[in-house]
């Protein structure tokens, strides 16, 4: 069993930037990758970044490349999500998951090859 538990929300101005953090902890050795993942008002959770620990390669959102970097601390299983120039449109609630599977990279991208999630945390973004 993996659990997940997310920080570092909260309020900022448009251009401004936030760090979240994502600690796992229970059965870590079995974890592959973890990702985020973003659900504004009203509309789907989507995909923003991932981190593959075997070799920490990472994925991108087209809509966060450049803003947005992800990485990882293998000692404290913890993945952070620094996000930089942050637009109005970043407002969302942001889940942290995690994969016990060994994924191909193009997986990476879809929610429903996470098999644990976080409770999430919120992010708004003021204009």
């Known amino acids: 069993q993996v659990h997940l538990v997310e920080s570092g929300g909260g309020l900022a101005q448009a251009g401004g930037s936030l760090r979240l953090s994502c600690a796992a902890s229970g059965d870590t050795s079995s974890v592959r990758g973890m990702g985020w993942f973003q659900e504004g008002p009203g509309k789907e959770r989507n995909f923003v970044a991932a981190?593959?620990?075997?070799?920490?390669?990472?994925y991108y959102a087209d809509s966060v490349k450049g803003r947005f970097t992800i990485s990882g601390d293998n000692g404290k299983k913890t993945v952070y999500l620094q996000m930089s120039s942050l637009k109005p449109e970043d407002t969302a609630d942001y889940y942290c998951?995690?994969?016990?599977?060994?994924?191909?990279?193009?997986?990476?991208?879809?929610?429903?090859?996470?098999?644990?999630w976080g409770q999430g945390t919120r992010v708004t973004v003021s204009s």
């Open positions: 998951a995690a994969t016990r599977t060994i994924l191909s990279d193009n997986y990476y991208y879809f929610p429903a090859n996470y098999d644990t």
């Open positions: 981190f593959r620990w075997n070799g920490g390669r990472t």
